[in-house]
């Protein structure tokens, strides 16, 4: 190492910065969240010993860096992630859309994207009749349950 870079990490401010830096690249590159959770917790870490002036690596920078990278693991995950209702993809991302009823051979179908789908019977009442909008209330285990709409 040149004596620039020993100087560079003699400070230990700089270190922590340097090392969330590079988790930060690293995070960059997996995408997993857990470079993003170490490299938080080693800012949160340099953001301490700026704050109280520290020079030399002590115990509590150990703990102040595992507890805040074991939070930034926990909940970044949690809040950088969708939620479950936005990821939905197939038919199920239709879910609370208006379809028309259609009535073929004495099966009722709606048509999502150009495929028709057959109504589950429990679904079916006395009002059905082709034409009339059902909604589309859940596509559970491929078994599509409607209800009409008024």
Do not use: N
């Not at 949160?44 to 020079?55: D, K, M, P, Q, S």
């Not at 197939?90 to 099966?107: P, Q, V």
Request: charged share 20%; with cysteine; glycine share 8%.
């Amino acid at each position: 190492m040149t004596p620039f870079m020993v100087d560079m990490f003699a400070d230990v401010l700089t270190l922590w910065i340097a090392v969330g830096l590079f988790f930060l690249i690293v995070e960059i590159l997996t995408v997993t969240f857990y470079g993003l959770a170490i490299a938080g917790g080693c800012f949160v870490t340099a953001l301490y010993a700026w704050i109280f002036g520290e020079t030399d690596i002590s115990i509590i920078q150990g703990i102040i860096f595992a507890i805040s990278t074991s939070a930034f693991a926990y909940f970044l995950p949690k809040l950088l992630t969708p939620p479950p209702d936005i990821r939905k993809v197939g038919i199920s991302a239709h879910e609370g859309r208006t379809f028309t009823l259609k009535e073929m051979d004495g099966d009722y179908k709606i048509t999502i994207d150009g495929v028709d789908y057959l109504i589950d019977a429990d679904s079916i009442t006395d009002a059905f009749a082709a034409g009339k909008k059902v909604r589309l209330d859940s596509t559970k285990e491929g078994v599509i349950h409607v209800s009409l709409v008024s």
